[in-house]
Each structure stands twice: as structure tokens, then as C-alpha cells.
Nanobody
Framework: QVQVVESGGGLVQPGGSLSLSCAAS????????MGWYRQAPGKQRELVAA??????????DYADSVKGRFTISRDNAKNTVYLQMNNLKPEDTAVYYC??????????WGQGTQVTVSS
């Protein structure tokens, strides 16, 4: 049974930091790509950051709106992906979803974790 468990959301003031983590278990194949989407009220879900396993290193992609503020990383041994979010802005407020892509099976998704940036 596959489980994708997110943690680390919460309430933070503008300019503050939060760290999200997402741990996957029960996946039978190598994880090719892991990442985070977010969805704010009344808006479409958008890709925040993703990290892809390469031959010798991992490759990270970021939405333009978070470049220079967010950092994605992964621990392949633990099937875990992290998102360090710095200098948070009110427009970063959203539910953040983790996803797992093995390229073999349909993507797996976490349940979502709320991030609220407000003074």
C-alpha cells in the first residue's frame, strides 16, 4: 500500500520561513521525479518546484514566482522530498501538494498541507 505523507505547513508572517517534507512508502519502483504543487482559493493548481533524478545528479525546476526563495531537495534513500521556503509572501498562501512520479505507474499525491502567510 502506497502512502504519501506531507508535513510542515502552518502559519507564518511575511518574510518568514517554513519547511515542508513529503515521505513516500510502499512504492515498488524508483522515483523519477518528486515535487510540489500548490493551489490557492479560486485559482488553478500550479507547479511550485520539482526535482528529477539524473544519471549523476538531481535536477531542480522552480516556478518563476519562487525562484531564489524556495529550495527543493530529496533524499532517495528515504523516498523523501523537502521544500525549504524562505522570504514567504502572502501570495504563497495555498494548500501545498506533494507528488511522486515513477514513470511506470500513475502519479501519487499527498493529502495536502496548508501554508498561510499573514501578519
Amino acid at each position: 500500500q502506497v502512502q504519501v505523507v506531507e508535513s510542515g505547513g502552518g502559519l507564518v508572517q511575511p518574510g518568514g520561513s517554513l519547511s515542508l517534507s513529503c515521505a513516500a512508502s510502499g512504492i515498488m519502483f524508483d522515483i523519477y521525479r518528486m515535487g510540489w504543487y500548490r493551489q490557492a482559493p479560486g485559482k488553478q493548481r500550479e507547479l511550485v518546484a520539482a526535482i528529477t533524478s539524473g544519471d549523476s545528479r538531481n535536477y531542480a525546476d522552480y516556478a518563476d514566482s519562487v525562484k531564489g526563495r524556495f529550495t527543493i531537495s530529496r533524499d532517495n534513500a528515504k523516498n523523501t522530498v523537502y521544500l525549504q521556503m524562505n522570504n514567504l509572501k502572502p501570495e504563497d498562501t495555498a494548500v501545498y501538494y506533494c507528488y511522486i512520479d515513477t514513470r511506470v505507474e500513475p502519479e501519487y499525491w499527498g493529502q495536502g498541507t496548508q501554508v498561510t502567510v499573514s501578519s
